[in-house]
Structure formats: structure tokens, C-alpha cells
């Protein structure tokens, strides 16, 4: 087992696992992915790293439970907002890649066989074409000559653009959102489950109390679901056995769509899109941490 190695003497990467030392609780400390076996005697475990910029990391919590209503459809004065950019700069409300992969790997086979030629850039309101047409179909012989590759088709022509500032990317940041709607109440009842079970995620520790978890808004699940990043996160929390956010989960995100809906990554065709919030999805936490 490697030593456990303090996070000041040589940075933090992604997919780096966060602990805290027992006997001194306010003591992080990280853990390469790459050098990862177990958690190490004296420390507890507390999540991964999925983000870093400017020395701040966003860190997910391993504990993930499934929940209704999101963001509720009450008269609250959310900002909602159904539009967001593709990588062509399209503006759509239509499904979005955010997992290549996934994206790849479910429209190879459920893609659209095309009845007339296919255009370079699609409007956004068609689905792929699949594996088999953008490889051999006459309609798509101007695919063929400007992508490379089914995949760089599906990530060049579908992908969600990253980074952006439009549409659900211009609404309220979700550690706003956590600490408006978290604590909102109908009788004994939290209003929004998704928010109140974040809000309440409790390490005890500087920086990690009770509050300062919150449910990911778009902008992170983006980020979270890029194959790059997940390939790091989840190696690790496969190696700690907590629970990995893979490119086949379904999540929800902590900005609306709608009056009644929010946004969530559908992990069937590993895209960002819209859903009710009475349905039931996965929330799993994050925070920032200056490190």
C-alpha cells in the first residue's frame, strides 16, 4: 500500500481519492487513483476528484441513492431554461452527447436509417444516423468525406459543447440552488428530495459540513460524464467500492428543464436531456474544495 502523500506537496489530479485522517479530522489528504489498493488504515474515505481549476476541486461523494423531485413544480421562481449549444454551435433542446462512448456505442445500433441525403450539420431535431448508414449508405456520402469516423460524427456533430455560458449553462449555479431550495418544507416533508438529501451529507470536518454538499448542476455532470474523466473516477471508487457514476446511470442535475421538469444525463444514449421530475433517478453528491 502507498503511503497516504498530503495534497500540498505535489497537487491533485482527477480521479485522486479524498480522506480524512481519523485522528485529526480536518486533516485532507489525497491518494493518487493510479496508487490506489484500499482505503488506508486511519483515514475514511470521502470521494473523488472530478474537477480541478484554479485550485479548487469538485469532489464526488461516493454514497448515491435513487429519488423523485428533483427540483418540484412549485411556484417558486426557479429559472428554467431547455436550450443549451452543441458542438457545431446548433442551439437545441433535442439529446446532446456528453458520454461519447455511450453516445457511440447506443446510436451505432439504434441510429436512424437516413432517406435522403444527410447534411453536414443536422438542426438538432433528428437523431443520428447508425453505424452501418454513415458507413455505407449513399445518403450519407458527405458524412463520410468530412468525419473521419463514426465516432468523431457523433462526437463533432452531436456532442454538448464544453465549456459554454447559454441556456440550462446560464441558470443559477447549483450551490446557489442547494442553499435556496434545500431546506424548503411541505408539512414534515422536504419539498425537494434531490436538494435535502445533498444538503444533509455530513464528513464533520472544515469545509465538509452538512450544507456544503450539493446536487450537480449541468455544467458539472458535463464534466463528470466526459469518457476522460469517468475512466478516472470510477477506477477509483470501483477500487474503494463506492458507488461509480458510469456512463449507463441515469442523474439528475439541480436546474430545470420546465415547470416540471429538470434536467438529468440519460445514461441510454449517454446524453443530456430532459425529464419529469416524478420519475425516479440517481443523485449523488458534490462539493468544492479549496485545496
Not at 485522486?16 to 489525497?30: E, G
Not at 432517406?115 to 458507413?135: H, L, M
Not at 463514426?150 to 455560458?165: F, L, R
Request: proline share 4%.
Amino acid at each position: 500500500m502507498s503511503t497516504v502523500i498530503k495534497v500540498f506537496d505535489r497537487g491533485v489530479i482527477v480521479g485522486d481519492a479524498l480522506f480524512l485522517d481519523n485522528n485529526s479530522p480536518k486533516r485532507k489528504v489525497f491518494l493518487r487513483y493510479s496508487e490506489l489498493d484500499s482505503v488506508p488504515s486511519g483515514y475514511t474515505f470521502v470521494g473523488v476528484v472530478f474537477n480541478v481549476k484554479n485550485n479548487v476541486a469538485k469532489i464526488l461523494n461516493k454514497t448515491a441513492v435513487n429519488t423523485k423531485y428533483a427540483l418540484l413544480g412549485y411556484s417558486d421562481g426557479m429559472a428554467t431554461s431547455s436550450e443549451y449549444k452543441k458542438k457545431t454551435g446548433a442551439v437545441t433542446n433535442y439529446r446532446g452527447i456528453m458520454n461519447v462512448a455511450r453516445g457511440v456505442a447506443y446510436w451505432a445500433t439504434n441510429g436512424r436509417t437516413p432517406t435522403a441525403n444527410v447534411p453536414i450539420v443536422e438542426d438538432g431535431n433528428n437523431n443520428p444516423v447508425s453505424r452501418a448508414s454513415f458507413e455505407s449508405d449513399t445518403y450519407c456520402t458527405t458524412l463520410r468525406s468530412t468525419y473521419a469516423n463514426y465516432e468523431s460524427y457523433i462526437k463533432e456533430n452531436y456532442g454538448v459543447m464544453y465549456p459554454q455560458n447559454y441556456g440550462c449553462f446560464n441558470l443559477p449555479d447549483s450551490k446557489t440552488l442547494q442553499a435556496t431550495y434545500a431546506t424548503q418544507m411541505d408539512g414534515s416533508n422536504p419539498k425537494y428530495p434531490a436538494f435535502y438529501h445533498c444538503y444533509n451529507i455530513n464528513y464533520n470536518s472544515d469545509g465538509l459540513n452538512t450544507g456544503q454538499w450539493f446536487l450537480p448542476n449541468v455544467w458539472d455532470g458535463c464534466e463528470l460524464m466526459r469518457d476522460d474523466v469517468l475512466a478516472k473516477v470510477a477506477a477509483t471508487m470501483t477500487k474503494l467500492g463506492g458507488s461509480v457514476p458510469n456512463n449507463s446511470t441515469y442523474r439528475w442535475f439541480a436546474q430545470r428543464y420546465g415547470t416540471s421538469h429538470a434536467w438529468f444525463f440519460s445514461g441510454n444514449g449517454g446524453v443530456l436531456d430532459g425529464y419529469a421530475v416524478t420519475d425516479e433517478f440517481c443523485v449523488q453528491a458534490v462539493t468544492l474544495l479549496t485545496v
